[in-house]
Nanobody, 121 residues
Framework: QVQLVEYGGGSVPPGESLRLSCAAS????????MGWYRQAPGKQRELVAT???????DYADSVKDRFTISRDNAKNLVFLQSSSLKPEDTAVYYC???????????????WGPGTQVTVSS
């Protein structure tokens, strides 16, 4: 099986920074796309940022120029560096990965349990 676990959430005042990490483990052959999503209370889960295995990135308009996604393919890690945090960034942040468990087997979506980020003065 494959497990994703997020680290680094917490509570910070507006304007501060946080770095989220996500580690994938288990029966992993290769990981294709990875990303971060978030869900605020009463709202649907939304895309924050994605990164391909080759390093191509995409961001939600609301976080462009404030958040940076990166990954370490050798260690099956993905990171989200956030800066200039705003109260509207408050949400549970989820890690996502497209994981292949063997050669020629295609890939499946996996999610972490989420980590809470609260931005409040």
């Amino acid at each position: 099986q494959v497990q994703l676990v997020e680290y680094g959430g917490g509570s910070v005042p507006p304007g501060e920074s946080l770095r989220l990490s996500c580690a994938a483990s288990g029966n992993i052959f290769t990981i294709y796309g990875m990303g971060w999503y978030r869900q605020a209370p009463g709202k649907q889960r939304e895309l924050v940022a994605t990164i391909s295995r080759g390093g191509s990135t995409d961001y939600a308009d609301s976080v462009k120029d404030r958040f940076t996604i990166s990954r370490d393919n050798a260690k099956n890690l993905v990171f989200l560096q956030s800066s200039s945090l705003k109260p509207e960034d408050t949400a549970v942040y989820y890690c996502h990965a497209e994981v292949a468990v063997g050669y020629g087997l295609g890939w499946k979506d996996y999610w972490g349990p989420g980590t809470q980020v609260t931005v409040s003065s």
